[in-house]
Structure formats: C-alpha cells, structure tokens
C-alpha cells in the first residue's frame, strides 16, 4: 500500500472505512456513488431560544420534520442554544448549481422561495441562518451493493454501503467495526475465514435496503418509497385509525 506522502507498507489486513469516496472500495468493486437525486442545505442559528424563541419552541426540546414531497426540513437542538438544520430539496445538481452559495443570503432566498407558503417560523431557519447555507448533495452506493471476496480487503461503513442519511449510517459503521474486531477475534489464524464471516453478515444489513423493501412490500406510495425517512413514517402511519 502507498500513501499519499509516497511511504509504504506491506500488510495482510487492508480494511476500507475511508467513507464515501473510498480510495480502497476500487480494489474489490468498480461501483462509484451515484447522485441520489436529492440535496440538503445545512443552516445554524445560534441563541435561538432568545434570538429565534418561535423557531426555537417548533423544533422542541429534541428534533422536528416537517416534510413534503419533494420538499423537507429537518432541524434539531445541539449544545449552547443552537438549532441545526438539513433542507432537503429533490432536484438535479444542475438546478442547485444555478444557484450562488458563495452569496449566503442570496442563496438562502432562493432556498427558502421553494418553502413558500411553510410557516416562518419554519422558513427561519432557512432565512435567519447565522451562516452562509452549505450545500450538500447526497450519494449513495448502488442497492445492494456487495463484492466477491477478495484476499485481505475489505470495507466498512460508508465506504461499503453508502445510502442517503436515513438516523443509522454511524450505528452501521460502528456496528460494522465491531462485529469485523469479534470476527477477527474468534479466527485469529484464519483473516479469510474472519472477512467472510463478517462480510455475509454486514451485505444483508444495509438500511436503505431494509426500508425501500418494507415500503414497497406494504405497498407505499411511490415518493415515500424513494425516501427512507417518508418511508418509515408511512409504515408508522399505515394503520392508524381515522379521525
């Protein structure tokens, strides 16, 4: 293995957990993430419980979604009184690289233009941000992702089955570097025997594959079943009774 500093080392374990764009994955598959068709634009606001007291008491004492198809707000508290925020809009990169986020407030007027209508106290968190909105597009590895087995290499985490964020990709990843310790652990003298154990374990537990599945066996909507977080709220909402 060469590092990028142009040392390198001889080793019989070479594990991928170097993320979405892992330089390692190309050694046991040719997948590349792809564009998922989605972006969230990242926003803060800081002393919001004195700043922002109505946008403060709408996103709680926890996490809030506000959700539509196509058009999403997630925001939650983090610590010293700030709210962060992730506005998920479900358009090609080219009509979000017509629009200049080197001007922050441009950028978030355009943003908070495809919310209009949504309560302010909502749109706030667009329009109010402390800093200048982030743009972050979202990838993911193709359904179902997997390799043959390759000696000595393997991945973890994003690196091995990167999805839109769904709550679970660090559970996985660390679940991943945990069962892949245990099952060098339980074959010390045998890494092949290990990588395989742990590999057939971690291929079938990929949650975006979990939640498209569950969607779409109950039958969900078509937009709910592109998106693991609706998706889950339909089948949470599926047998409730009517009001």
Do not use: C
């Amino acid at each position: 293995m060469t590092f990028a500093d142009g040392r390198t080392v001889v080793t019989g374990l070479l594990v991928g957990a170097d993320g979405a764009w892992s330089r390692v994955r190309p050694l046991l598959s040719s997948a590349t993430p792809e564009y998922s068709g989605k972006s969230v634009v990242e926003t803060y606001l800081f002393e919001a419980d004195t700043r922002h007291p109505a946008t403060a008491e709408a996103v709680g004492g926890g996490s809030m979604m506000a959700l539509t198809p196509g058009r999403e707000i997630f925001a939650h508290r983090e610590r010293g009184d700030t709210l962060h925020a992730y506005v998920g809009l479900a358009e090609p990169q080219e009509w979000f690289a017509a629009i200049d986020f080197t001007d922050g407030a441009a950028a978030a007027a355009r943003i908070a233009k495809e919310f209009a209508g949504w309560a302010p106290e909502l749109t706030a968190l667009i329009t109010d941000g402390d800093i200048a909105p982030v743009l972050r597009p979202l990838f993911a590895l193709p359904h179902g992702h997997r390799w043959d087995r390759v000696p000595g290499v393997t991945l973890l985490g994003d690196a091995a089955h990167l999805s839109i964020p769904n709550g679970e990709g660090a559970n996985l990843a660390m679940l991943d570097g945990a069962e892949l310790g245990e099952a060098i652990a339980a074959y010390p003298d045998d890494i092949e025997t290990a990588l395989d154990e742990y590999e057939q374990a971690m291929f079938p537990r990929r949650a975006k594959a979990a939640l498209f599945e569950g969607a779409e066996a109950q039958g969900a909507d078509t937009d709910s079943a592109k998106d693991p977080i609706q998706a889950m709220i339909a089948e949470f909402t599926r047998d409730e009774p009517s009001k």
